[in-house]
């Protein structure tokens, strides 16, 4: 990937927002990013620039991923609205800037987020506790 430190500082911050939220979404959110930036590892000058843009905080492009988590963990923080909820809807033009694969990701991404929780059970005959 270009700019190799540029990343790896993005990459650690974006691990760093994730501390602040609720445990399954750091979770899910940990391996999703863990994975796409291992999958760009070795993308070419201009898609690594993209996917750089799209995932960095930025002032000037305060939709991105680390801008707005970060303001959202902030709201959060404040108790600026009853309930945080992470993340935005993605518009039907933005949608369409997918390709096919980026599209199976974020089923894939949307099926494991809303998984009911799992209820761990114990019998008195189980060997190991969980």
Sequence with gaps: MAA????RRLYR??????R????????LGDRYVKEEFRRHRA??????QRFLREWE??????ANYAALIQQ???EDKQ??????VYGIQLTEEK???FRDEQIGQLKELMDEATKPNKKITISKDSKYKN
Excluded: F, M
């Excluded at 190799?4 to 990343?7: K, N, R, S, V």
């Excluded at 993308?43 to 690594?48: C, S």
């Excluded at 108790?79 to 945080?84: A, D, P, Q």
């Design 79 to 84: 108790n600026l609205r009853e309930k945080t």
């Design 57 to 62: 905080a930025s002032a000037r492009r305060p």
């Design 20 to 27: 602040a939220l609720p445990p399954a979404l750091r979770d």
């Design 43 to 48: 993308a070419g000058p201009a898609e690594a």
């Design 13 to 18: 911050r974006i691990l760093q927002l994730h």
């Design 95 to 97: 949608l369409n800037d």
């Design 4 to 7: 190799p430190g540029a990343a």
């Design 72 to 74: 959202q963990i902030n």
